[in-house]
């Protein structure tokens, strides 16, 4: 059993007595894959497996992300059948022993259960939660054929095998790792369902919000197009155009006060300013930095990106120079720019370096 948490603690203690009796017949254990919450999670189950060698805590320290958290949590044992259920007692745990019965009695890569077959109920959803439900359940089905009824649920049972086979073609970013599952397997892959009643949830509240959203479309993205363009680059490109629009509103707006190059200054600052911070709150949410670490980024970021800016001035001249229509040359300089930021901000603003893991990002 994998149990991804984030602030869970009186959740997961639940959880885990409710997961023992419903599991008494059966052989198992428990992995809590917790992000090093604030409430002391990782503390309180540490408490019971002290005295429980069944359960274990796997806590990541400066990392975030569901999906991520399962996929370490399940490579992490060498159980045969291997089930993710969220903590706050939403998803219905009675339902396992029936999952994993039809598991193996069918022969079947994956179990997964569902809110939208006969049986089944989302009910506890509010009633703009269960709209984007469907919303991201009809994106989905662009990515994947497999027919899921419910692909956005996080409550499943895998076969180790099946998930060595796809493992390595997760893209683990975001909320939706069954999605992930299935959309990243070469082979159509035999999938079950059963129905279930989506809970209320007992304590605490949900930590979807609107990156999460975004984060989902960046799994499709992924799915659809990952093998040509890195979706970090996308969301990096999608930042960039936002940019563009700012150093032009500032630009129009200082111009009313000030000189050309004055004004080209101002807007060109606080351009890159709003890239980085978008950029630290989107393209690297998983790694973003805060306190004095985003201080020194955005230095960082200030120095990559006027040699971005450089690089895409002597790229455009030299085309139109060699006979480039203005719109093509302009268009090459900035390409050529944005892979030169995108790759040395990946680099060097955001990625951790040795050593520096304990204080260099993220909560
Ligand atoms: N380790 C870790 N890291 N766990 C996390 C993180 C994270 O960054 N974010 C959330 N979790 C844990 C929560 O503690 C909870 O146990 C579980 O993941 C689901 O998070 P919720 O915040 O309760 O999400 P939800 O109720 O909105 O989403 C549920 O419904 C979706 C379908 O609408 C989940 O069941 C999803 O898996 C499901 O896809
Ligand atoms: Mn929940």
Request: glycine residues 10%; charged residues 30%; proline residues 3%.
């Given at each position: 059993m994998i149990v991804p948490t984030f602030d869970e603690r009186e959740n997961a203690v639940e959880l885990i007595r409710r997961l023992h009796a419903v599991l008494q017949e059966i052989d198992h254990e428990i992995i809590v894959v917790d992000d090093d919450s604030p409430d002391g999670t990782a503390n309180a189950v540490r408490d019971i497996a002290r005295n429980d060698t069944r359960v274990r805590v796997l806590q990541r320290v400066g990392r975030r992300g569901l999906a991520s958290a399962c996929i370490e949590g399940m490579m992490a044992t060498a159980a045969p059948s291997i089930a993710v259920i969220d903590a706050?007692?939403?998803?219905?745990?009675?339902l396992l022993p029936a999952m994993l019965a039809k598991l193996k009695s069918e022969n079947l890569d994956l179990v997964a259960g569902t809110?939208?077959?006969?049986?089944?109920?989302?009910?506890?959803?509010?009633e703009r939660r269960a709209s984007l439900s469907n919303l991201g359940k009809r994106l989905s089905r662009i990515v994947s054929?497999?027919?899921?009824?419910?692909?956005?649920?996080?409550f499943f049972i895998v076969d180790r095998r099946y998930l060595d086979e796809v493992v390595r073609s997760l893209s683990g970013s975001g909320f939706k790792i069954l999605l992930d599952l299935v959309a990243s397997s070469r082979r159509a892959p035999r999938i079950g369902e059963l129905p279930y009643e989506f809970r209320p949830r007992l304590h605490g509240e949900s930590k979807l919000d609107v990156v999460v959203g975004l984060e989902y479309l960046q799994l499709l993205a992924d799915k659809l197009i990952g093998d040509v363009i890195p979706p970090r680059f996308v969301l990096f490109a999608l930042v960039g155009g936002s940019g563009v629009l700012l150093h032009l509103l500032v630009l129009y707006a200082t111009l009313q006060w000030t000189t050309f190059p004055t004004a080209q200054l101002i807007a060109t600052v606080v351009g890159m300013t709003s890239n980085f911070f978008l950029n630290n709150l989107f393209t690297w949410r998983d790694h973003r930095l805060r306190g004095r670490a985003a201080f020194i980024g955005l230095l960082k970021f200030y120095a990559a990106c006027s040699i971005g800016a450089f690089l895409n001035l002597r790229v455009a001249t030299f085309a139109v120079q060699h006979g480039a229509a203005w719109y093509v040359a302009g268009f090459a300089g900035l390409v050529i720019g944005s892979i030169w930021n995108f790759a040395v901000t990946a680099t060097t603003t955001w990625k951790r370096r040795r050593g520096r893991y304990w204080n260099a990002d993220v909560k």
């Open positions: 706050d007692l939403q998803h219905d745990e009675r809110r939208h077959a006969e049986g089944g109920s989302a009910a506890a959803l509010t054929h497999a027919d899921l009824s419910d692909p956005m649920s996080g």
